[in-house]
């Protein structure tokens, strides 16, 4: 008998001919995540995927997995011979230790049989299996419908045993679809967008515009906690951090002042296209929401968006703020973001914004500044951090 780590696969069982591809990537990840942990082996058995390891460093390897994206869930598992009476005892074990852990009265057997060679079928291994648990656990009856306890029989070729599923976030695994380049303001928004694109496989960068000496250093720290709280589900992150404020400051003397959000905005989007082409990233990523504030109006986001030609996903676009509220709380970027940083965009922020901006008046107001040379100053005084 040993104890084991069993991860279910999500979506990837869908993946046909590319499954294997998919499965390699995610074993690529959950190595990333447990590596300094330390484990034996990683092993995959039809449909699943077993990691072998010291079981005192289950909770946190679990912690770690929970955040590898393509799991949905990690089991601890009992790990025997394809014998009836070692299964018996691995379910009397795993019982009895859930039984110490709260009040429970009731409990079902589920099993499954992926080896068809195995001589006794299902049914009869959840009577023979219900049946001893019967017999050692006096407190304990059977409900097939709502049990409190659900204890589940592998049989494959090895049999594993187990109650807890744990859940993970699903979606596919880090690096199976590109890779985008995060817009990381500080607020509450952008890190929930990153999160949502890449729970959907999309490595992540980042790129944050700060207007240093107008805002402070401590606000630049802020992004970085941003970005480590980040990594724990991607690994490591770049940081591209831009000096936006020279460029403000032509805006805010040679445009009209209700538009600086907006073309500021401008100037970000451009900025992250620069380096994204540089670097080979396939679209930005924003934390913009309709209708949120009066830059993300569908006039304004129409106007942001025609700066670049490069691909802009928006995860949160359709989003409530109290939904984006929970995710952040979820994966444990909220406390960080509401922390109160200025942040770039306040610095030259204008009484009244233009909710409905036109791209060609826009267009027209931005002939007074030499872009392209504000660009390259820009990118030229640009500082890189990686974090991990
Ligand atoms: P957030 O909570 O992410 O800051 P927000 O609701 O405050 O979003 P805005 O400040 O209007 O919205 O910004 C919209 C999006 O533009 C952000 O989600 C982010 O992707 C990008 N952005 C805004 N400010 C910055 C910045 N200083 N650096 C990098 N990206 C930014
Ligand atoms: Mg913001």
Redesign the pocket.
Known sequence: MENVLSVSLGEIVLKGLNRKYFEDKLVKQMRRAISDIGFKRIYKEQGKIYIEAGVEDFPQMINRLRKVFGLVYISPCIRTEKDMDRIGEAGVKLIDSKLKSGDYSTFKVEANRADKKFEIKSPEICKEIGGVILRNFESLKVDVHKPEIQLYVDIKECAYIYIDKIKGYGGLPLGTNGKGLL????????PV?GFMMAKRGVELSA????SYPFTSERAEEKVKDLARILSRYVGKIKIFSVNLLPIQKEINMKCPEDEMTIIS?RF?MRIGEKIANFHDFNCLI????LG??A??TIYGLTVTNSSVNIPVFRPLIGFDKVDIVEIAKDIETFET?IQPFE???TVFLPKHPVTRPKVEDIENSEEALDVDELIENAIKNMKVYTIE
């Open positions: 817009l990381l303001s500080g607020g509450i928004d952008s967008a790129v944050h515009f700060h905005r970000m924003t934390g913009e929401n949120q504030v830059s993300q973001s942040d770039c965009c």
